[in-house]
């Protein structure tokens, strides 16, 4: 990990900070996760129906964090592999792991090395969630290591934040809904500081700087077709996981939030499947 590109380290070091206050926050309810052997969380939860049946299947979650959705696969019957950058972490999801008594594997490593540290071609089912994408410079590149993890007849499933979602100013008051950021894949990363995190926590943190980008759904949906996968499903959500636009959304139940006015406005989220053939 010590020839990560400067972008990769800077946002590992955010994630770093935040691991222990994320898995302490509510918003992650890992008390629930751990009181309940049968718990998934409201992510997986809200696509439990496209999900289908997971049982044997061998899935890697890219991008894991703290694990919470990768335990949650594994309680739907995958044999899951959870892998991300930051090692606290990924501290976080074996400690989680092992409270429930989940026999989980978990892996460091930037998901474009994802292809020199696990088998390649050998996985049903990859797996990738709710603000993961942004952390990426290449699209194309992604998709391509998606392509290699996957054994023929394998599936790709993501579930993301909308890129016009993504594109919007979320710091205004108002519920005006204001194109602030590109749509499209950028060369240069948009570098923000921030001190807070996205989940409720009274800790205030030391690695404030992160690089980002975002990625029309067409380079998405290319970068796969690109990578020899077939697009099986493509759904638009007026709803997304998190208050991503404290001035216009409220919570609409099961952890998801929407627009308080004209929720038809705005395609929050989306979830995406794609195979190997």
């Known amino acids: 990990m010590d020839d990560l590109p400067e972008y990769a380290r800077v946002n590992r070091d955010s994630w770093d900070d935040r ?49 919470t959705d990768t335990l949650s696969l594994h309680r739907l019957g995958a044999r899951m592999t959870g892998l991300d950058l930051s090692g606290a972490s990924l501290a976080q999801a074996r400690d989680l792991a092992a409270r429930a008594g989940a026999e989980i594997e978990y892996v460091e490593s930037e998901v474009h090395a994802a292809g020199a540290v696990l088998e390649p071609a050998s996985f049903d089912l990859v797996y990738t969630g709710i603000g993961a994408l942004c952390w990426l410079p290449d699209v194309a590149a992604w998709a391509r290591v998606v392509a290699g993890l996957l054994a023929p007849g394998g599936r790709l499933f993501l579930r993301e934040g909308h890129p016009m979602l993504w594109a919007l100013d979320d710091e205004r008051a108002d519920d005006l809904l204001v194109a602030r950021y590109p749509y499209f894949e950028t060369a240069e990363p948009l570098v923000f500081s921030d001190a807070g995190t996205y989940v409720e926590t009274d800790h205030v943190f030391t690695a404030s700087t992160t690089h980002e980008w975002n990625h029309g759904l067409g380079e998405i949906v290319q970068g796969l077709l690109d990578a020899g996968l077939t697009l099986t499903s493509l759904a638009e959500h007026d709803s997304v996981p998190w208050n991503a636009l404290p001035g216009a959304m409220e919570p609409v139940g099961g952890g998801e939030f929407a627009l308080r006015e004209g929720r038809d406005r705005l395609a929050a989220s989306y979830t995406l499947t794609a195979v190997k053939r």
């Open 19 to 67: 691991a222990a206050a994320h898995a302490a926050s509510p918003d992650y309810a890992l008390d629930r996760l751990l009181a309940d052997p049968t718990a998934v969380s409201d992510v997986v939860a809200f696509d439990r129906a496209r999900l289908g049946d997971l049982t044997g299947l061998r899935g890697v979650h890219l991008q894991c964090h703290i694990g």
